[in-house]
Nanobody
Framework: EVQLVESGGGLVQAGGSLRLSCAAS????????RGWFRQAPGKEREGVSC????????YYAHSVKGRFTISTDNAKNTLYLQMNSLKPEDTAVYYC????????????????????WGKGTLVTVSS
């Protein structure tokens, strides 16, 4: 059984930083396309960042590029999202996800569908 468990969310002031973690069991992250998604109150879920399995290419939403960094610790089988210079508009529930296909993003389709999802961790950025 695949389990993805997020942690690291919380309340932070604008300009601050948080690091989200996603511990996986039942799959090996390095073999999967994996990423972070978020859903703000009243909005649809959107892709934040992902890593393709084939070549490790990382993709970022325009709104977070330069502020967020996605990474994987293969030894711990854990996915991270380092979030710096946080803004109130980053407030959302952040979800970790993975799928057993090579790419996670294409220019024509955007973020590709994920199969495995965590339950999410809430990030609140105060102004």
């Amino acid at each position: 059984e695949v389990q993805l468990v997020e942690s690291g969310g919380g309340l932070v002031q604008a300009g601050g930083s948080l690091r989200l973690s996603c511990a996986a069991s039942g799959l090996t992250f390095d073999d999967y396309a994996r990423g972070w998604f978020r859903q703000a109150p009243g909005k649809e879920r959107e892709g934040v960042s992902c890593i393709s399995a084939s070549d490790g290419s990382a993709y970022y939403a325009h709104s977070v590029k330069g502020r967020f960094t996605i990474s994987t610790d293969n030894a711990k089988n854990t996915l991270y999202l380092q979030m710096n210079s946080l803004k109130p508009e980053d407030t959302a529930v952040y979800y970790c996800a993975a799928v057993g296909f090579s790419p996670c993003y294409t220019d024509s389709e955007g973020y590709l569908p994920m199969e495995n999802w965590g339950k999410g961790t809430l990030v609140t950025v105060s102004s």
